[in-house]
């Protein structure tokens, strides 16, 4: 057992990774080192336990820079993140050091896609308000019974009325398509989207997204453009010093008046005060965030907590029970394949 343990490399496991733990539990061949509390994992424990480690997985509030590099030391060969965001990993400094990193894309699309049309819906739809007045005791007051105009918001969904609802999209990835996969049927037919400057077009691609959903409009446009035609824009684009505050105070002037901003990708991507004005100023209609910056510190007096039509939910795109075990599933294979030098599921 001694021989056995001097090989066995060590892992530091940064969270309990609930039903998925047997799989790192049950194996014989790693030496494994637990965060051993029910909330996020503190960075002293952190810096002092991967002395050695051969391998760490983390999640998204641990920061794998050089100061834990450093501390890890020359063992570290692999680090594995349960997320497929990588703006809290320095990833040039892992190639710098060879040390390969994993995470998890596609597991998350369908979870991430369903809350951002949850979102859309909600913002919408007056759902903050409506919601704390329910619960406030406020439905069973005189001025607050079913009326015409009251609780009234712009509509998701296509009428004879209104048939052409263009949908925006900022960032057109996985997420960005399931999402409009859900729109369809909503009787969406037009869909406007910007990419990175960096990125080709994708003309194959549009042409077989546009057969296959019917759109009458299908295209790529610079950022001016999708603020200023998108009914419902979608922030599905990754965070980074790239995509910083895309969403500022001029970006948002340019809205719609009845427009509606859903961010599920990441919070820095928002000017979170210009993003308050534009609502309290009512240059859009309402706001839909599972993601702000500055995260998770969002007190009660935060601006955009304070807006009536801004409807935010703590980060739980991805938090169902079936793909939250699915992305600790694909982290962990990711960890192993990285520590014994084979083929990580999710490679970045
Ligand atoms: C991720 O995986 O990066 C998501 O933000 C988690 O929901």
Redesign the pocket.
Known sequence: VSHLSDVRPKVVICRHLGPAMPLLLDRKDIDIVLWPEDRGCERAWLLENIKGAAGVLVL?PERVNEELLDAAGPSLRVVST????YEHIDLPLMAKRKIRVGY?PDV?TEA?ADITLMLALMAGRNDGVAYSLVKNGGWAKPNFGWSPFTFCGPQLSTTASSPARTVGFLGFGRIAQATLARLVPFGITHCIYTSSPTSRPDVARDAALQTKYNLKVLERVDADRLARESDVLFVLTPGGKETYHIVDATFLRKMKPMSVLVNTSRGSVVDSDALATALREKWIWGAGLD?VEGEPAITTDHPLVKEPQCVMVP?????TFQTRLD?ATRAIDNLIGGLFGGEMPAEL
């Open positions: 998204l349960m997320s497929v965001g998890t998350l991430v993601v980060h739980i795109g991805s938090a992305m």
